[in-house]
């Protein structure tokens, strides 16, 4: 019995490492990297642990990225020489510790394959794709490993198991430091949330639910009492609609919200299969399971049914005034990043499919549930890819103005020469841009050739592209490209040493965007 059990256990695990994460990871196997909201930002974050997670962001304790995923990847990166490589592996990482822990969580309550499908599901939800590969979330994606292992440790510190006690308690507090140094926010309203829910259903014993409720009490006011700079988009804008979780279309930017429609729809299965189980006589699958067992498995069910709801409802304009009364619009920059939260119930809920009909863990209807899962998430592994790796960090970071102190949104990523010849005396100059947030200005690029003495002998102003390309048509995480040119035919004197001096303006006002760490509002290159 033992050797079966093992053998279960290895060939699940095998199936974790291998169907359920080959899906998820395999775009990060594509040379280069993907062009997602948050631009080639994780990558200089991870070259510069030192300085992470604020690289090109405004510090922001509760509502920001903490330094613990960049310090999980920066071994990576010593070991490659380029953050983008250990962002990749780093994403890796989290799919794959994600995938795991929900299976070991999932497992006692639905069985080897229900777990599997769980995993899953929780791997390949769109939201969940869409956080790596559109938004370039880092830490949230580190979120989405650390949750299950939480939920793993108190069920098995509640219910037993196997392996030591002190093993659980490691691998929950692990678990937890991870989620508070990763996102403050989130794991407060993980802890508000999630926890609370689960504290309903798996704590029998007054002293434990007391307990665990001055906890989750704890974190909140630590949320609260944390001092935070205002948030960079208006909260009240963001909230969602009904359709958006369900519909496949995305936004201009290429952000969509589905929820999953497999993943839904299987939800959606179980709980008609748990009425109809209701309203039969059970007292033979009872005296199979134990009264006491389904009934746990029931509170577990209806409580992850009750979570997903109240999850959705919250990204909803409807509820405005609720995030306003209990502050909770302090601990998130959008509502909509509360789907991060929908993967634990929706994955509990479509793995209990196989519980709620046993048919459908037999092997031809568990694959088949299977692919589906795998093969609804595919239009979500698309991601828009560049070949351009501007290494440890971009040439310049801009701050558009009117932002005052707030994140730099725009990054010069890299800056070409071709120098002018005797035959072409044309000095050519290949900017490539990337913006990490919307740009509601059009900037005009100016490009100042400098003698020696710092004299400007040459210029050119345009728009970006010559007007192709304008500023606030730039969409998050996208590249652009481009040229401009100065005829130095009729330059006088010697040709050279010179520099040339670029930055952004406004063409009414003339005001310049700031550049971080320089007061006079431009960026010098040497001319090679």
Sequence with gaps: MAVHSLRSGCFAIVLIFGIVTILAIAPLAYPGFFQTHSGFLPAFNTAHPADAPNWGRLADLVRGEGKLPYLLTWPFFKLSGSGVTAVKWGYGLAFLLGALGTYLWARRWLGVRGGLLAAVVYTTLPWHLSTVYVRGAYAEAWLWAWWPFILWAVDRLAHGGPGPRWARVAVGLLALGGTLWTQLGLAVVFFLGIMLAVNLWIWTRRWERIAWILIVLLFIAVGFLAQRPQARVPFADQFLYPFQLLSAGSRADGLSFQLGLAAVGLSTVAVVLKVAMGRHDLKTEERKEGEEAEAAFGRAFWSWVVVLAAIMLLTMPLTAPIWKAIGLDELVTTPWQLLALAGLPLAFLAGSIIRLDRRLGELPAWAGLTALVLLASTPALAPRFTRVDPGPEPVALFRPVGTGATSAGI?????????????????????????????????????????????????????????????????????????????????????????LALGLYLLDGGERAAVVGRDDQMVLIDVP
């Design 411 to 499: 990054t010069l990523l890299e800056a070409d020469i071709q120098s002018p010849t005797e035959i072409t005396p044309t000095l050519t100059l290949t900017l490539t841009w990337q913006v990490t947030e919307p740009v509601t200005d059009d900037y005009t690029v100016f490009v100042h050739l400098l003698d020696a003495s710092g004299d400007k002998v040459a210029q050119r102003d345009a728009r970006p592209c010559s007007g192709d390309c304008p500023t606030n048509a730039w969409q998050p995480g996208q590249i652009v490209v481009d040229r401009h040119s100065l005829d130095l035919a009729a330059l006088p004197g010697p040709a050279g040493p010179y520099r």
